[in-house]
């Protein structure tokens, strides 16, 4: 589809990029340009944000706004809650202070008068930013010229809700940003239905956060409360069940006499919620005892502990947002995943709680959404699901199939490599005593199965001696196999087999061997080798001695001199050896 292609950087993008108080990472500037150049192509952008909470995603979306601004076009930033609105609306006052922008926030802590005026001022073009909650996605929302809709916190929003964002408009560029996308958003980013860009570099003085998941244990809660007090921190304690939650905030307080405790939730009154945000943010409480409403985009740079209750109940992406907020400064946070003692726990909390532990260093956000594809699973690219596994044909088979098409539509050639089937009679794999660990194991395996060059081969050998130690002979057998298929596929030499006295080589329809590379062939191997030309098909068997045939590393030696004795023959090969090349050439009665 075509949309507005956004018009060069102005004076004024360059000022407001410069008045950045912050030193920009090597990422968020590769981001700005990615975007940039998206914003500037005539087809309508849609990107997919991913990085770290803290590592700067809001300043890619405020200059990816501003040059909206300044080509005339209308921007709506959406947000799942009101304190992240609220939040935003600050920083982008103070940034654009300087510049004749009108930004507004639309959420339920604007009275209703105040709601219809600036819903006026959208459908009238004088409101240049909306900020707002899904307040955003109800009819009555009119805009003038909307030319770029970020969504933050993408996660946090269904499929309902977002098919009815592009139903506002589907000429218009979308930025969306978040931590932990969805497995569905994860992996259409992965196969190329989005664009994606990654911040990976964390903010100057930052430590990862020191996680904990264990059961509860009033002990442990009233230590950590304290220890933060002491150092002059403040606490959030998640529960998120609001109608118990004013009776875990009195046993709260008889746990922790001392500390000043408060209760926040989303069904309080607007102007009650708001008014415990600002004096929990003035640190006139110690404790913040509250539901999942502080887990997108809060930063508060005193909070560096966190509690949570009943961990297993929440989703992984879930847990690690809450662990984001806290650790905003140049301290050391603590994060306590708690579940109830005596509860069995099902396999994938288990598993989320397994993740959360691991995944401990800065910028984790992208293998945590690995994971959560992992134990989700991928979900439907057209339907509404957003998660739930392809079984009819299995996750990777339905990848490449998804990426053929893709790259189809996208006018791409999709000649495939032709895969080598290789039966010798070798022993080739990676033994318990050379690599203990299992996982490492099937990333070899996998590393393996997807080289494409010698030259990959090379490095992953000298990696393996570099970790592991001298290869045995089974890992030695499994790298000749894997170099013979490298070398196999460029002749598209479909299969590899062992017959009694002989090697047989197939080859696909489409090879670029041609009748003189088999002259030459059959004048250095003499009555070595024979020739058959079946069809489309065409073979080549290659006599063996017997002793080759006992010795694996004999045997795969033999047809690895063969295959370079091919590929050292070039000058004969089909000037085209891909599509369309010259058919083989007459084969004289004397070779058959």
């Known amino acids: 589809m075509r949309g507005h292609a956004f018009g060069p950087d102005t004076v004024w993008q360059k000022e407001l990029e410069e008045a950045f108080p912050y030193e920009e990472t090597p990422d968020q500037l590769r981001a700005v340009e990615e975007v940039k150049a998206d914003m500037e192509r005539p087809r309508p952008m849609d990107r997919l944000l991913c990085g770290d909470v803290g590592y700067g995603k809001t300043e890619v979306a405020l200059r990816a706004a501003f040059k909206a601004v300044m080509d005339g076009k209308q921007v709506a930033i959406l947000v799942p809650t009101t304190i992240l609105a609220q939040q935003h609306y600050t920083t982008f006052r103070e940034r654009l202070a300087r510049f004749p922008v009108n930004i507004e926030v639309l959420s339920r802590f604007r009275t209703a008068r105040e709601q219809r005026q600036v819903l006026q001022g959208l459908e009238q073009g004088t409101v240049d930013i909306v900020i707002g909650t899904h307040r955003l996605l109800q009819d009555d929302v009119r805009f003038k010229a909307l030319g770029l809709l970020v969504v933050d916190e993408e996660q946090r929003f269904g499929v309902a809700h977002k098919e009815r964002l592009k139903m506002i408009r589907k000429d218009v560029d979308v930025l969306t940003l978040t931590a932990t996308p969805i497995p569905r958003t994860l992996h259409m980013s992965l196969i190329g239905v989005r664009d994606t860009s990654i911040l990976e570099t964390p903010p100057e003085d930052r430590y990862p956060v020191q996680t904990y998941v264990l059961e509860e244990d009033p002990v442990l809660i009233r230590e950590a409360i304290r220890r933060e007090m002491n150092r002059g921190g403040q606490v959030f304690f998640v529960y998120n069940r609001i109608m118990d939650l004013d009776q875990v905030a009195l046993w709260l307080q008889e746990l922790v006499p001392e500390a000043r405790i408060a209760v926040a939730h989303g069904q309080m009154k607007e102007d009650e919620l708001e008014q415990v945000m600002l004096d929990f943010i003035d640190r006139r409480y110690d404790v913040l005892v509250c539901t999942t409403i502080i887990e997108n985009g809060l930063d508060i740079s005193n909070v560096n ?29 603590h994060a306590y995943f708690t579940f109830r003692k005596d509860r069995v726990l099902g396999e994938a909390a288990e598993k989320r709680l397994a993740a959360i532990r691991e995944f401990t260093e800065l910028g984790s956000g992208f293998k945590i959404a690995m994971r959560d594809l992992e134990i989700r699973g991928a979900g439907n690219i057209l339907g509404a699901e957003q998660h739930g596994h392809i079984a009819a044909v299995g996750f990777d088979l339905y990848c490449r199939l998804l990426e053929e098409a893709i790259r189809e539509a996208r006018g791409i050639d999709t000649v495939q490599p ?43 050998a000298e990696e393996l001696v570099d970790r592991f130690g001298d290869l045995p002979p089974a890992v030695e057998n499994l790298l000749a196999v894997a170099k013979v298929k490298v070398l196999a596929g ?9 017959l009694p006295g002989q090697l047989r080589l197939l080859f696909a329809p489409g090879h670029p061997l041609t009748g003189e590379v088999l002259v030459a062939l059959s004048e250095k191997y003499r009555n070595m080798v024979k020739f058959n030309n079946a069809g489309d098909e ?7 001695a017997g002793g080759c045939q006992r010795e694996p590393a004999s045997l795969l030696g033999r047809l690895e001199r063969f295959l ?7 000058d004969h090969l089909s000037a085209a050896s891909g599509a369309g090349s010259a058919p083989v050439q007459k084969i004289p009665p004397s070779f058959a």
């Open 305 to 333: 502990t966190l509690l949570v209750k009943d961990a297993n109940m929440m989703g992984l992406a879930q847990l690690y947002q809450l662990r984001g907020r806290v650790g905003r400064s140049n301290r050391l946070a």
């Open 418 to 460: 032709v895969e080598t089937s290789i039966e010798l009679p070798v022993e080739a794999y990676i033994p318990d005593s050379y690599v203990p660990d299992v996982n490492q194991k099937v990333e070899i395996y996998k590393r393996i199965a997807g080289l494409v060059s010698l030259d990959e081969l090379s490095d992953l």
């Open 490 to 498: 460029r002749f598209k030499i479909k299969a590899i087999s062992l």
């Open 538 to 544: 065409f073979e080549i068997k290659l006599k063996v």
């Open 564 to 570: 370079l004795d091919l590929e050292g023959r070039e």
